[in-house]
């Protein structure tokens, strides 16, 4: 299968790694992926603030770069919620339903890293080794807009060598959710704080997650606290093997 990898903008800047696993992992799976050069940011930024004017340009530009591909994946599921839930609303209220149509057959064939593992791929256990003590956080778009689900828990549970432990209100929100942590950084400070006793209560080695935004989140408070516990994408530890 020929799959269109969707980067996301905090992945390519801040956190490659994510993306570049996402890509070892699908090919060693035996399938061919692209990475179309003309994206850019998804406008879920300017969405989420208010600023929807701004965000047409992108929309446009992201159902173009995207709608030669019959699959799109993305190690985020906060990017593929906006692509679902964003682009064609955009659309629609700047009067184009041209657009919103497009919007909408992309946003059909764009999966968060789980679900195209499980949904179309038919595939939970990847051929993974990462001999770790792991607790899953379920971000809240991959929670509540996706609705994942247990797809990462089942792809977890296969991985050779991890100790899987529940994490104590996993359903919480970390505290992150993009500028309002810069808003309201009291709240998203104490909100992070429960998050990090939930995961030290765990004894995990690691805290995972499908988006390295609240990661960066949970795992900026963890070093502070120099806890000992790691944050680690989803992705890196589905494409780690005995070899590597």
Known sequence: MRIALFVTCLADTMFPEAAKATVR?????GHEVVFPEGQTCCGQMHVNTGYLDEA?????RHVRTFDPYDVV????????GSVRHQHAMVARRAG????????????????ELSELLTDVLGIE?????????VTYHPTCHSLRMLRVGDRPLRLLRRVRGLTLVELPAAEQCCGFGGTFAVKNADTSTAMMADKM???????ADVCTAG???????IGGGLSRLRAGVSTVHLAEILASTEAS
């Open 25 to 29: 992992l699908l090919e060693r799976l």
């Open 56 to 60: 047409l340009p992108l929309v446009r």
């Open 73 to 80: 994946v993305a190690p985020s599921g906060s990017c593929v």
């Open 96 to 111: 184009d339903e041209r657009l919103a149509s497009q919007a909408e057959a992309v946003s059909a064939r764009t999966y």
């Open 125 to 133: 256990d990847v051929g993974a080794y990462y001999p770790h003590r």
């Open 197 to 203: 006793r939930h995961v030290l209560a765990t004894g």
């Open 211 to 217: 988006d390295v935004s609240c990661l960066m989140h």
